[in-house]
Antibody, heavy 124, light 108 residues
Framework: QVQLVESGGGVVQPGKSLRLSCAAS????????MHWVRQAPGKGLEWVAV????????YYVDSVKGRFTISRDNSKNTLYLQMNSLRAEDTAMYYC?????????????????WGQGTLLTVSS | EIVLTQSPGTLSLSPGERATLSCRAS???????LAWYQQKPGQAPRLLIY???NRATGIPDRFSGSGSGTDFTLTITRLEPEDFAVYYC??????????FGQGTRLEI
């Protein structure tokens, strides 16, 4: 069965960096796009970034462009989110989600399987 | 960027009743690329509906989606106790960002 397990969250000071990971199993990882979605405490869902099946295309929400980088290692079945210049407003639960398709050419699908999330707190 | 507006913000119903949740897009969604998710406290979102009207794997048939263009609806017939949760719509298919609506809380 599809399993996504996020890790790497924690407490970090403003301006610092952190990398989140998402270990995937139960499906052919290299065939699907992958998303990061976040949820601030008590708030709604915010889509953050997506990467195509082969890593050739990446897209970001405006609020993280230039600070966050999504990447993947298909040999390790792992998705990453490198987060730099962190701000208090980045505090959230971060979920990875598997796209229903390849996510190529700028056309991505929705997330059909989600991990349980990893919590990032940005605070001094 | 496409903005999704969900209504109502909170819906109070009883088990056995019918729930109708709305999602309106700021511009037409070509291909009806609209998904619905359910989220319970402390849990990850779960995909219910994709392509506006297609049930995801394992989703009971009391959940149905409809709509096209800018107006979409999630209908839950005969509410079960486990259906009380927060529901989000999401648009996708056009170039990202794949925005979410602000959510509708379905409460007993």
């Amino acid at each position: 069965q599809v399993q996504l397990v996020e890790s790497g969250g924690g407490v970090v000071q403003p301006g610092k960096s952190l990398r989140l990971s998402c270990a995937a199993s139960g499906f052919t990882f290299s065939h699907y796009g992958m998303h990061w979605v976040r949820q601030a405490p008590g708030k709604g869902l915010e889509w953050v970034a997506v990467i195509s099946y082969d890593g050739s295309n990446e897209y970001y929400v405006d609020s993280v462009k230039g600070r966050f980088t999504i990447s993947r290692d298909n040999s390790k079945n792992t998705l990453y989110l490198q987060m730099n210049s962190l701000r208090a407003e980045d505090t959230a639960m971060y979920y990875c989600a598997k796209d229903r398709g390849y996510c190529s050419g700028g056309r991505c699908d929705c997330g059909d399987y989600w991990g349980q999330g990893t919590l990032l707190t940005v605070s001094s | 960027e496409i903005v999704l507006t969900q209504s109502p913000g909170t819906l109070s119903l009883s088990p056995g009743e019918r729930a109708t949740l709305s999602c309106r897009a700021s511009q037409s969604l070509s291909g009806s690329y609209l998904a619905w998710y359910q989220q319970k406290p402390g849990q990850a979102p779960r995909l219910l509906i994709y392509g506006a009207s297609n049930r995801a794997t394992g989703i009971p048939d009391r959940f149905s989606g409809s709509g096209s263009g800018t107006d979409f609806t999630l209908t839950i017939t005969r509410l079960e106790p486990e259906d009380f949760a927060v529901y989000y719509c999401q648009q996708y298919g056009s170039s990202p960002p794949n925005t979410f609506g602000q959510g509708t809380r379905l409460e007993i």
